[in-house]
């Protein structure tokens, strides 16, 4: 039995154009290689520091 | 690829020749991002657009740098309706690679057509509208705003599964199947159409088919699906968006009754057409006619009373025609009033030309109408005929009553009548007329066999001159003719005739048979006057009394 209400809290308002830019700025650009080349750097950090 | 710690470009060692660093957890990174890029790839090429954007979304997890990845999931993302989705994605992949990068031929696409962009933006506006109806429990509203949602952007798949949600909650299955039916379409693996699909078809009793197949059965099925419930002298089925009940009984005609029925038909078409239509047209038709027909009377009516009337006129004219012709004539006709006229001047001037002999002069004034001088003549007309006639009556009337004379002695009594009479014409005119001239005209009209005429002019002798020896003459003379003989006596007196001197003697004899005839006379004076103007009257008319008219 589809209950009317849950299904409706998975539709969220479309962004519109002129949103468009903001969304750009805020879009999250972080992947893994990224998380892992931080990781690396602080692991040098920490052998550099010992 | 590149070194992520300086940008060179990698060999196939695992480490950067450039730099040295190692990049051996960065290939692998590398090399899991373009595995699930191509997973995604493979996913978009079925149309599985929910799954080939979880793959790309999942590759830039990886690698962010991806740019093949994230040009198809804009791609995806337009594809599905959400342009400000697409649109982002080519903008960062722009960045990462400004040259040679499909993302400028996707942008330009996009912004090259302002007025599509434009719906597109209205669209996901009103979408955003129809939502917010879901919230405030307008579900109708929001049934009608999504619906012009689609209408204009008909690839806005959160659009479908929202109005198939509707549906589902309004127990509108068939429309929320065609809905999902529409989501499918575009994107055959998502999840949300296929659970509402499934709900739908568990709804309406239909028996699903296995997995994603069931999305793909619906688009390839025929839209008429049937499904029969056997219920009480009643069958369902569906036909497209409708449910259809009939009762079971329900027979089509074929064959010969559907002929019959045809035939029937017409049959009723012919009567109806017979019996109520053609009825009112004729009536119709006659009513024309009838007016046309009235037109035509009155215009005749008309017509006919125009030549009544124009009829009347020419009868007029021509009787004015004839009037003012006759008006004509008695002015320029033999007896016109003109000649009349013509001819008193040619007496004058003859008079005036050669006074001596008025013969002709008395010819012209005998010839003029005596009707005319005394009616119609002016006055001055009729003085001067008056004038004319002193002048040339004396000499005129001895002439002519000697040659009067002449004629009766010599026995040519009609010539005696004629010129004895015009003789009077001119005698009676004279202050004293001679009775001589009268009595000669009795005598020639006796020796002319005119005794009437005789007897007349002896009692105008009579009559007018009593107390003349010739009255006395002219008595005898008239109790000759009182036997009835109607002989005609002798010539007159001047003629030598013995006859006419026994006529004489009876004068001679006394003064009693002058008298008895005068009293005779007296006596039958009033008759003879009327015959005296009869007597009296000249070829052309004259009269006695006419005479004295003048002499008075």
């Not at chain 2, 090399?31 to 590759?59: H, P, Q």
């Not at chain 2, 009349?340 to 012209?364: H, M, W």
Request: glycine residues 8%; contains cysteine.
């Amino acid at each position: 039995m589809i209950n009317f209400e849950e299904e409706l809290k998975k539709f969220h308002p479309s962004l519109e154009v002129d949103d468009a830019a903001d969304a750009i700025h805020q879009h999250d650009l972080s992947d893994v290689a990224e998380i892992i080349v931080g990781m690396l750097k602080d692991e040098r950090f920490r052998n550099d520091e010992v | 690829m590149n070194c992520y710690k300086c940008g060179a470009a990698l060999s196939e060692k695992d480490f950067c020749t450039a730099c040295g660093a190692d990049v051996s957890k960065y290939k692998k990174i590398v090399y899991t991002s373009n595995r699930l890029y191509n997973e995604g790839l493979e996913k978009a090429g079925v149309r599985d657009l929910s799954g080939a954007i979880m793959s790309l979304r999942e590759s830039l997890k990886f690698d962010r740098s991806n740019v093949e990845a994230r040009n198809l999931l804009g791609l995806c993302y337009f594809e599905t309706g959400d342009v400000v989705g697409a649109l982002t994605e080519w903008v960062i992949s722009k960045n990462f690679r400004s040259k040679k990068n499909l993302a400028d031929d996707y942008i330009y696409a996009v912004q090259s057509n302002p007025a599509r962009l434009e719906s597109i933006n209205q669209s996901i506006k009103k979408y955003n509208k129809a939502l917010m109806y879901c919230y405030q429990d307008s579900k109708d509203l929001a049934i009608i705003q999504l619906k012009k949602v689609l209408s204009q952007n008909p690839h806005l798949i959160q659009g479908h599964l929202l109005l198939a949600l509707l549906f589902l909650d309004s127990e509108q299955y068939a429309r929320a199947k065609k809905s999902v039916a529409s989501v499918l379409a575009i994107d055959v693996g998502n999840t949300m159409a296929l659970s509402y699909l499934k709900y739908a078809n568990k709804m309406l009793g239909i028996e699903e088919d296995d997995g994603a197949g069931a999305g793909g059965s619906l688009t390839s099925k025929k839209k008429k699906s049937e499904s029969v419930r056997a219920a009480e002298g009643s069958v369902t089925y569906q036909s497209g968006n409708d449910i259809i009940i009939q009762p079971a009984d329900v027979h089509e005609p074929r064959g010969a009754s559907s002929l019959l029925n045809i035939l029937i038909g017409l049959i009723i078409g012919v009567a109806v057409t017979y019996f109520l239509v053609l009825p009112a047209r004729i009536q119709v038709a006659r009513n024309e006619m009838s007016d046309e027909l009235k037109a035509i009377s009155d215009n005749s009516d008309a017509k006919s009373a125009r030549i009544s009337e124009l009829e009347q006129s020419v009868e007029a004219l021509e009787q004015e025609k004839t009037q003012l012709q006759t008006a004509i004539d008695d002015y320029t006709g033999s007896g016109g009033d003109a000649l009349k006229v013509d001819a008193l001047l040619v007496s004058v001037k003859g008079y005036l030309d050669n006074p001596e002999d008025p013969t002709q002069i008395a010819e012209t004034l005998y010839s003029i109408d005596r009707d005319y001088i005394e009616t119609l003549a002016s006055d001055s007309y009729r003085s001067l005929y008056q004038k004319m006639m002193s002048l040339v009556a004396p000499s005129v009337s001895a002439k002519l009553y000697e040659s009067g004379k002449a004629s009766v002695n010599q026995s040519d009594y009609t010539t005696a009548v004629t010129t004895l009479e015009e003789a009077w014409f001119f005698a009676k005119t004279l202050e004293q007329p001679d009775p001589e001239v009268l009595y000669e005209l009795a005598v020639a009209y006796q020796m002319a066999g005119e005794n009437d005429k005789a007897k007349d002019t002896y009692q105008s002798v009579i009559s007018t001159f009593p107390d003349s020896s010739t009255a006395g003459k002219a008595s005898e003379r008239l109790d000759e003719m009182g036997d009835g003989t109607g002989a005609a006596p002798e010539a007159s007196e001047g003629g030598g005739n013995t006859q006419a001197a026994e006529s004489t003697q009876p004068a001679d004899n006394g003064d009693e048979g002058g008298a008895d005839a005068g009293a005779d006379a007296a006596a039958g004076g009033e008759g003879d006057n009327a015959a005296g103007d009869a007597a009296g009257e000249t070829p052309d008319g004259g009269e006695l009394e006419t005479t004295e008219t003048v002499q008075g």
